[in-house]
T-cell receptor
Framework: AQTVTQSQPEMSVQEAETVTLSCTYDTSESDYYLFWYKQPPSRQMILVIRQEAYKQQNATENRFSVNFQKAAKSFSLKISDSQLGDAAMYFCAYRSVRPGNTPLVFGKGTRLSVIA | DGGITQSPKYLFRKEGQNVTLSCEQNLNHDAMYWYRQDPGQGLRLIYYSQIVNDFQKGDIAEGYSVSREKKESFPLTVTSAQKNPTAFYLC???????????????FGAGTRLSVL
């Protein structure tokens, strides 16, 4: 079974600075998908970014980018120019590419605080 | 607007009582999922359904039941056998391995269940 580990329960960053959230995973599969979800105080889960394992290029979405290291099974999220609205829980998630709509496997999350 | 609707937002259960959480989607997604969120635990899978009239147990299915009689609906019943039901419950859906947005899970706003 796949597992996802987020080793930083809490992080903080100054407004306008850059922060990196860590995620490692364990799998025996060669192809899969990885995601970062954001959960603000409203508790609505919002997709931030996704990465397909067969793509070597790191995904980017505006101020959000990932550092995907397949051999190391590492998938970190970098938030540039942090804003107060970035304060939230961030979850790393894994999805198999097996046929069918397989569920996500989540890490336990990292709570990010943004300091004005 | 298309989306996933969970109701109620808050729910209270008395000892020995079964309660049902509603999840409806109008996204025409094939698959639907139920997750439980506890502080410090991330999201854990309760049940999922890839198609109407079919569903599979997740990691923590004991004390819960589901049905999938319609594509749009995937209600979750928390039975009296679930001894620690206090948690935040999230419903999600996905289009599957095809089309725009494939492999992405979209979430409802959640239901907070507490025991009286």
């Amino acid at each position: 079974a796949q597992t996802v580990t987020q080793s930083q329960p809490e992080m903080s960053v100054q407004e306008a600075e850059t922060v990196t959230l860590s995620c490692t995973y364990d799998t025996s599969e060669s192809d899969y998908y990885l995601f970062w979800y954001k959960q603000p105080p409203s508790r609505q889960m919002i997709l931030v970014i996704r990465q397909e394992a067969y793509k070597q290029q790191n995904a980017t979405e505006n101020r959000f980018s990932v550092n995907f290291q397949k051999a190391a099974k590492s998938f970190s999220l970098k938030i540039s120019d942090s804003q107060l609205g970035d304060a939230a829980m961030y979850f790393c998630a894994y999805r198999s590419v097996r046929p069918g709509n397989t569920p996500l496997v989540f890490g336990k999350g990292t709570r990010l605080s943004v300091i004005a | 607007d298309g989306g996933i609707t969970q109701s109620p937002k808050y729910l209270f259960r008395k000892e020995g009582q079964n309660v049902t959480l509603s999840c409806e989607q109008n996204l025409n997604h094939d698959a639907m999922y139920w997750y439980r969120q506890d502080p410090g635990q991330g999201l854990r899978l309760i049940y999922y359904s890839q198609i109407v009239n079919d569903f599979q147990k997740g990691d923590i299915a004991e004390g819960y039941s589901v049905s999938r009689e319609k594509k749009e609906s995937f209600p979750l019943t928390v039975t009296s056998a679930q001894k620690n039901p206090t948690a935040f419950y999230l419903c999600a859906s996905s289009i599957g391995n095809r089309g725009i947005g494939k492999n992405i899970q979209y979430f409802g706003a959640g239901t907070r269940l507490s025991v009286l």
